[in-house]
């Protein structure tokens, strides 16, 4: 891959080309040198590309804190590495966001991806299509990282009964027991789809459960039409991701303001 030329194809097409992630009320508007999606609850609300420097940061930074405040709505930044100005961190502090983990942006051309992995002996990997099959992701979510899943129980049925063909999840289940589980999310009309909420409960990590699901993920994306998956991984994933022929191509961080 030409990491220069694909990570510039990621910006023009998810990023600056934006749409809208959820059903409902989610809108992706240009302001300025701004791309945002401004969505009520459960949707996601943030600053999505940016094309700023030092003359004009802290005055775009200013609008955007406007906007959502405007409407009592929790909001983030996502900043990458390639961003501008360097300072953009810096200034998004100062305004009062509060930086999340940074992860990496990696790129896979799906193709050339090592995919061959199947899940353990006695592990099935089953489509969600559901409420329980939602509620058994958002369990498995709780129990992975440690935070409560409400918001994701709420996106992902809105999802599934608005905009179907959009997102794809998966669990992973060891008889009655929910181990994993993951989602796709695919942007119809350009060649990238997304990994999300890759997550193995205590105790059944290291079996190449997690391996299993990018692997199941990645044919379900190439069956829809798309040639390039795109993961914001932790230190914890990148390893593996690495391993299955994936390419680290920047920083990602979550600035977040709540008003």
């Known amino acids: 891959m030409d990491h220069a030329a694909l990570l510039a194809l ?3 097409d998810l990023r600056e080309g934006a749409r ?9 508007e240009r ?5 945002r999606q401004t969505a009520g609850a459960p949707g996601w609300s943030g600053v999505l590309w940016s094309a700023l420097d030092e003359d004009t940061a802290d005055a775009a930074i200013a609008e955007q804190v406007g906007h959502y405040t405007g409407l009592g709505l929790e909001f983030e930044w996502k900043l990458y590495g390639h961003d501008r100005p360097a300072t953009l961190g810096r200034r998004l502090r100062a305004a009062g966001f509060t930086p999340g983990p940074q992860e990496t942006l990696m790129l896979g051309e799906i193709s050339a991806l090592d995919l061959d992995a199947e899940p353990p002996r006695g592990v099935r990997v089953e489509p969600v299509t559901d409420a329980h099959g939602v509620g058994l992701v958002a369990d498995v979510h709780e129990q992975a990282f440690g935070r409560d899943s409400s918001w994701l129980r709420a996106e992902l049925l809105a999802r599934l009964a608005a905009d179907p063909g959009t997102v794809v999840a998966v669990v992973a289940m060891a008889g009655a027991e929910p181990v994993a589980a993951a989602r796709l999310e695919l942007v119809p009309g350009t060649p990238f789809a997304g990994l999300w909420g890759g997550g193995t409960v205590q105790g059944w990590r290291g079996r190449g ?8 993920r990645a044919h379900t994306a190439v069956a829809r039409g798309h040639t390039y998956l795109r993961v914001d991984a932790s230190s914890q994933s990148r390893p593996v991701l690495e391993r299955l022929g994936f390419a ?3 920083s990602t961080t979550p600035y977040v303001r709540t008003p």
């Not at 302001?31 to 791309?35: K, L, P, R, T």
């Not at 997690?210 to 199941?216: C, D, G, K």
């Open 31 to 35: 302001v300025g040198a701004v791309v």
């Open 248 to 250: 680290a191509l920047t």
């Open 209 to 216: 459960i997690y391996r299993a699901l990018v692997a199941h």
């Open 10 to 12: 990621f910006d023009r």
């Open 20 to 28: 809208p992630d959820g059903p409902g009320d989610a809108r992706v």
